[in-house]
């Protein structure tokens, strides 16, 4: 089997305004480094749109009335001092949704191994009547939801590598014992969340905050320490990764000092323990990353290591 790659060119008519770092040239760049030789070893396929119902699994329909009537003729639209709509933001916020539900079909069907999922808004900080965060929906908790009450499952798990705290993935999530939410991010950063104490209704969140200037070590002790052990004990039978990139140590929006090397490291600590729990399944969706060569340069360390496992 392969890894399963989805995107849509609806990702690029998210316009954000100029020099906004959630960019356009986010996903041109993951496109270029995802083409040549990688392109063997990928099953591409379009992102579709996510309707309603699917989304309302964790946003109100008020919420997604709201979204869609601030949907701006021209130009920008601005939800606040982050987050902003464009004429093209709402079918690709929907193909970021539906790409995810697509890839959980996909990998628990046996289409694909595992999958990567490249749509942009990202998703991890929209809370369920709340966008913020560059995020609109909640594609990680979507897809966890969707993966438990559409397939059946009884467990899964949602790993957040990205650098700010995945809040509204927490918060959407946080009264689901079947849910297992892990994050790791830099702390003190926005949106100010994350803290160790913040554990879920049922004791099944558990959140590593890092200091500024703390390197790819630390996220890797956290990993063996802790994350690992959470998914032995989680068991769960998808795991789901909020794949962020802005860890990087180029990255102009925080402060921690990961390397390209420290992705393909965690992806394939966590792929393992997949192989191990769940038959290596395993589905990725992009989150932040905004050094664009720092971008392109860590999401194919990530894709390979993907498309190495998928290949065992």
Known sequence: MK????AHSDGLAHVTPPGHPEQVARLQVIATALSGARQEGLLREEAPEAPDAEIRRCHPQAYLDRIAAAIPQAGWAALDGDTHLSPGSLEAARRGVG????????VLSGEAANA??????PGHHAEAETPMGF????????????ALDHHGLSRVAVVDFDVHHGNGTQALLWDDPRALFVSTHQMPLFPGTGARAECGAH?????LPLPQGSDGMAMRQAVED??????????????ILSAG?????????????????DFAWITDRLCA?????????????????????????????HVDVLMQRSAR
Request: with cysteine; glycine share 10%.
């Open 116 to 121: 990567f999922v490249a749509m942009r808004p």
């Open 203 to 207: 004791g099944q969140v558990l959140n």
């Open 135 to 146: 995020c609109l929906f909640g594609n990680a908790a979507i897809a966890a939801k969707y």
């Open 3 to 6: 890894t399963a790659y989805l």
């Open 99 to 106: 790409g995810c539900l697509r890839a959980v079909d996909m």
């Open 245 to 261: 990139f802005d860890a990087h140590r180029a990255d102009p929006l925080a402060g921690l000092d990961w390397e390209t090397e």
């Open 273 to 301: 323990a997949a192989g191990t729990l769940c038959g290596g399944r395993v589905v990725s969706t992009l989150e932040g990353g905004y050094d664009l060569a720092a971008l392109a340069a860590s999401v194919a360390a």
């Open 226 to 239: 802790a994350i690992l052990p959470a998914l032995e004990a989680h068991q769960p039978e998808l795991l």
